[in-house]
Structures are given as structure tokens and as C-alpha cells.
């Protein structure tokens, strides 16, 4: 049963309508730079949902106007082989986002890989370098999946300042950017993961509570403060053969004030924002403010 009380954060609308301002920053670029921003995912191996996620991003970047390419080895690559690729992306003039589809296949270093990537170029935000900007709140690349989630909330008028953010699950990709991102915006913040006593009582005090450990309908309705804001950054494949998040969705209706489906809530806005990253970051390599660009086109959607 779906109570009226609970309302869904749609993903999917507001990642198409970043994605419609990152096209028009993209023509406004084009026609004050001559530039068009250049994509490259690098994917290793054959994982089905990397497949996927690559596909998806392919297909969004194509639409923004990018020039998008995907580099596929061979699960077999050696280290030195993926570390050939990654220079020659940097030294690529037209390539202005390098994305390494993780998790990379066992026997390969991603940590190696990854402080490889030019910072200017690295737009998941996952360098050593791009941590040290988002840590330190200096300009950078956000990783995307928790700037979607700040982006996805922002556009619904839901406050972050002030409000107590509890995040379960300590990735670099969401956990502990998530943090501190939030953190950044003024939340109060808390870092639950497998190891932490209470993990219920911690989650029954979020104000918002996001979900990104990859454990099928793990949070229940009961460790859910009623209204609280719920973002679910899990996609599993569950029992029943259908994509799910780490939340009991079903049950939460009624309970949660504001929630993310699983699909279309957290991913699409994942996509939407590394397609702004690169956008960014193609237009800082001629000298432009790819924020203003961006800034310029949403004030033309919103008339
Ligand atoms: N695998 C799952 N999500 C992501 C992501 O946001 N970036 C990268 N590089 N790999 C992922």
C-alpha cells in the first residue's frame, strides 16, 4: 500500500531536466569556445551492471552533446596495460572526463589507477587530489552519486543545514563524501557501517537517512523516523529477479516523509551530475566558468 503522506523524490524527472541545462551549457560552450566536452569511460572485464551503468552513460553523455568514447579491455588487462590507458587519456587534449568504471576485476590495483587520473580530468572525484579539494571545501570534482543526492534534494526544497544526515555505509564513493558534502552544507552528520552497535537507533534519528551498503531491502519501516527524508543508493537484484534498493520501499510508504525509488531515484541523478562534472571541467580547460554556464542555462529553463 502507498500512503498518500509518503512523496517520491523522482530521480529520473529531475536528473532529465540537469541534463537538458548541461545540453544548452554544452551549445553555449560550442558557440563561445569552439569546445566540445569529451567523455571516456574505461570499463575492464564483462560485469553485467557495469555493462549497464556504462551504457546509461554513454547514451546521456551522447544526448548533452558530448563526444563520448568508451575504452573496453579484457578482464585478463594487466595493471601496466590499464595504466597505459589512463596516461594517454591525460595526455588527450580532447578528452576533458576520464571515468574508471569500478570495481575493477580482482588481480587489478584500483587505487593505483585511480592516483593516476588527472585531477582536471578525474570527474568522479575520487583522486587523492579531488578528495583533498572536497575535504577541504576548495574548488574541485564532487563525486557524483552524493552530489546527485544533495542536487536531487536541493531541487525538491528539502534543507540540509541543520538537519541530522546519518549515512550507512563508509565508500569512497558514497559513504564518506555523502558526509562530507552534507557536512559542508551545515548537517550534522553520522557514519554508520558494519561494525557500528545500534545501527536501528542511529538510523531512527536521521533526519535523513541515506542507504548505500548493497544489501537488498536492509533498512526496515521501523528505523525510520516518520517524515524523515530517505535516499536509497542501493541496486540489488532481488529473490524475485527485480531491481531493488537497501530499503524496504514498500514498507516505508507511510512512514517516510520523502523517498527515492529504486529504479529512478539516486542513479539517473548519479549520470546527471558527471555529465556536469564534465561539462566543468571541458569548459576550466578553455578558461571558462562551467558553473556560470550551467547557472545561465537553468535560469533560461526556469524562464
Ligand atoms: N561503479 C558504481 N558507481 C560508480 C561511480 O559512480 N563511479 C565509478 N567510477 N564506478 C562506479
Same mark, same amino acid.
Given at each position: ?13 529531475t536528473?532529465a531536466a540537469v541534463r537538458v541545462e548541461v545540453q544548452a551549457a554544452t551549445?553555449a ?7 566540445? $566536452? ?64 569500478? $570495481? ?14 588527472? $585531477? ?18 576548495? $574548488? ?11 542536487e536531487?534534494?536541493a531541487r ?116 546527471a551530475?558527471?555529465?556536469r562534472?564534465?561539462l ?10 562551467g558553473e556560470a554556464l550551467l547557472a545561465g542555462a537553468a535560469g533560461v529553463a526556469a524562464g
Amino acid at each position: 500500500m502507498t500512503s498518500p503522506s509518503t512523496q517520491l523524490l523522482d530521480g529520473k524527472a529531475t536528473a532529465a531536466a540537469v541534463r537538458v541545462e548541461v545540453q544548452a551549457a554544452t551549445a553555449a560552450l560550442r558557440d563561445a569556445h569552439g569546445l566540445q $566536452p569529451g567523455l571516456t569511460v574505461v570499463l575492464v572485464g564483462e560485469d553485467p551492471a557495469s555493462q549497464v551503468y556504462v551504457r546509461n552513460k554513454d547514451r546521456a553523455a551522447t544526448e548533452a552533446g558530448f563526444q563520448v568514447d568508451t575504452v573496453r579491455l579484457p578482464a585478463t588487462a594487466s595493471q601496466e596495460e590499464l595504466h597505459a590507458v589512463v596516461d594517454r587519456l591525460n595526455a588527450d587534449p580532447a578528452v576533458h572526463g576520464i571515468l574508471v568504471q569500478l $570495481p575493477l576485476p580482482a588481480g587489478l590495483d584500483s587505487d593505483a589507477v585511480i592516483d593516476r587520473l588527472d $585531477p582536471a580530468k578525474d570527474v568522479d572525484g575520487l583522486s587523492p587530489r579531488s578528495v583533498a579539494a572536497w575535504t577541504l571545501g576548495r $574548488p574541485g570534482h564532487r563525486p557524483c552519486t552524493p552530489a546527485g543526492c544533495l542536487e536531487l534534494m536541493a531541487r525538491y526544497g528539502l534543507e540540509v543545514a541543520g538537519k541530522h544526515l546519518v549515512v550507512i555505509g563508509r565508500s569512497m564513493l558514497v559513504g564518506k563524501p555523502i558526509a562530507t558534502l552534507a557536512l559542508e552544507r551545515n548537517a550534522t552528520v553520522t557514519i554508520c557501517h558494519s561494525r557500528t552497535q545500534g545501527l536501528e537507533d542511529h538510523c531512527r534519528r536521521a533526519d535523513i537517512l541515506v542507504a548505500a551498503v548493497g544489501r537488498e531491502r536492509m533498512v526496515k519501516a521501523d528505523w525510520i523516523r516518520p517524515g524523515a527524508v530517505v535516499l536509497d543508493v542501493g541496486i540489488n537484484r532481488g529473490a524475485d529477479g527485480k531491481l531493488c534498493g537497501d530499503v524496504d520501499t514498500e514498507a516505508a510508504m507511510g512512514v517516510a516523509g520523502w523517498i527515492t525509488p529504486v529504479p529512478g531515484g539516486v542513479g539517473p541523478m548519479t549520470i546527471a551530475m558527471l555529465l556536469r562534472n564534465t561539462l566543468c571541467a571541458a569548459a576550466a580547460s578553455a578558461g571558462a566558468d562551467g558553473e556560470a554556464l550551467l547557472a545561465g542555462a537553468a535560469g533560461v529553463a526556469a524562464g
